[in-house]
């Protein structure tokens, strides 16, 4: 029931674009996304909501298919900052309260 | 708003001993969630509190797991007989509802030697 993220890793220069999956074989009421930097804890980006718009967070955004219940993180002209791992956290439609299952992360780093 | 806090930062146990974690999170928030992560790992979720109300165990949460949230403030993870296994960082997080995220703590770093 973990939803899947891919790719595991990327490494990037200041200024490239970045695409980062998140696939559930269940049905889904929302999407979140996350970023974690080694040794704190992890930073709400945004929520995608079933039948809700596209989000978009300075030069960051996600949309939500769901069709294929898969988002998709769009990271635009990295920045240094951008370094960590982003965690997306799935609620499934018609359950439990905001109960979120984490993918297994996708390590971003920037160089300059 | 302080955000999330967590109490310790750091807790070194010897294997059998009980440890206790709190959490206060943010006053405005009636969810508050406990996950825990092992390294490499997103973060895995053990229980949920609604209010005072426990509306969610995870399955994979042995009986020496125990968590409560008296009048629905603080809330406290107890960890009985503690094992190696435990050894992980445990998170903390409140919301307000589905369509919001979480506010996470910093988390209370397990070490059971």
């Known amino acids: 029931q973990q939803p899947v993220q891919s790719p595991q890793a990327v490494i990037l220069r200041e200024g490239e674009d970045a695409v980062i999956n998140c696939s559930s074989s269940?049905?889904?009421?929302?999407v979140h996304w996350y970023r974690q930097k080694h040794g704190e804890a992890p930073v709400f980006l945004m929520i995608?909501?079933?039948?809700?718009e596209q989000m978009r967070h300075e030069k960051i955004s996600a949309s939500f298919n769901e069709k294929k219940q898969q988002s998709s993180l769009y990271l635009t002209a990295s920045q240094l900052s951008y370094s960590g791992t982003y965690f997306c956290?799935?609620?499934?439609?018609?359950?439990?309260?905001?109960?979120?299952?984490f993918g297994q992360g996708t390590i971003l780093t920037v160089h300059p | 708003d302080t955000g999330v806090s967590q109490d310790p930062r750091h807790k070194i146990t010897k294997r059998g001993q009980n440890v206790t974690f709190r959490c206060d999170p943010i006053?405005?928030?009636?969810?508050l969630y406990w996950y825990r992560q092992t390294l490499g790992q997103g973060p895995e979720f053990l229980t949920y509190?609604?209010?005072?109300?426990?509306?969610?165990k995870s399955r994979l949460l042995s009986d020496r797991f125990s968590a409560e949230r008296p009048k629905g403030s603080f809330s406290t993870l107890e960890i009985q007989r503690t094992e190696q296994g435990d050894s992980a960082m445990y998170l903390c997080?409140?919301?307000?509802?589905?369509?919001?995220?979480?506010?996470f703590g910093s988390g209370t770093r397990l070490t059971v030697v």
């Open positions: 997080a409140s919301s307000t509802g589905s369509n919001y995220g979480y506010t």
């Open positions: 269940k049905a889904l009421y929302s």
């Open positions: 995608l909501l079933k039948g809700g």
């Open positions: 956290g799935t609620e499934r439609d018609g359950t439990s309260y905001g109960k979120l299952t």
């Open positions: 006053s405005e928030h009636n969810r």
């Open positions: 509190f609604q209010n005072e109300a426990q509306l969610e």
